[in-house]
Structure formats: structure tokens, C-alpha cells
């Protein structure tokens, strides 16, 4: 079993924070942290794991998204932005030697919290 450390990619609106629909709604409304959030990202902490928050938010928001994410207490490893609403594919190779996967794709209900991946 590798004992490195995994790396999580992890979304922000409708994963760790309530969809709110487009940019203008991002702005006006105040975000709301969905279930098992804080407590599934310090258990990733406290294994050791990177996490690396991924959003389709324009690479113009970085600043509020920055600032929302601290005061809601959120901490990330790295944040990517701009990743667009189209379909994401998360694409590695296999370790020589080895039978296991070096990646695995997740697919959540939107709004539902992330309290059910904790022990990835």
C-alpha cells in the first residue's frame, strides 16, 4: 500500500459550499458550508492529504473567492479557478509495478455536503 499522501481535487459551489447559480448570485448571497465540510477537510488534514479546491469562478474572483474561503474558515492546500461547467476528467497513469489506480473520479449530489468521503 503506498503510504504517500493522496491529493484531493475537491469543487467548491455545490460541494463544499450551497450552489447559489451564477457569479451575480455568488456575490449577493452569503455562502453557506454544506454538511460534513470542516470536519471532512480536517480529517484530510490530519492525514496528511493536499487539497486542492477546483472551481469554474473566473480567475477575476480570486481575491473574494480567497477572502470568502478564510472567513468561512475553509483552508486549502491550492485553489485552481476557471476550470469552466463543462465535464472534468481527472486523467494518470498507473505506478509500474503495480495493479492499483492512481486516480479515482467522484461524483457527489450537488448541495448534499461531503460528510461521506471522509475516510477516502
Not at 450552489?19 to 452569503?30: A, D, K, R
Request: glycine share 8%.
Amino acid at each position: 500500500m503506498d503510504k504517500r499522501p493522496k491529493t484531493i481535487f475537491l469543487d467548491i459551489d455545490g460541494t463544499i459550499l450551497k450552489h447559489q447559480g451564477n457569479l451575480v448570485s455568488i456575490y449577493q448571497n452569503e455562502p453557506e458550508v454544506l454538511d460534513g465540510v470542516y470536519e471532512t477537510l480536517n480529517h484530510w488534514d490530519m492525514q496528511g492529504y493536499n487539497i486542492i479546491l477546483t472551481t469554474g469562478r473566473k480567475e477575476s474572483l480570486r481575491k473574494f473567492t480567497e477572502e470568502q474561503l478564510r472567513n468561512l474558515n475553509i483552508f486549502y492546500d491550492q485553489l485552481i479557478m476557471g476550470i469552466g461547467g463543462g465535464v472534468r476528467y481527472l486523467i494518470n497513469d498507473f505506478k509500474p509495478n503495480s495493479n492499483n489506480p492512481t486516480c479515482h473520479a467522484i461524483t457527489i449530489d450537488r448541495n448534499k455536503g461531503i460528510s461521506h468521503l471522509k475516510d477516502l
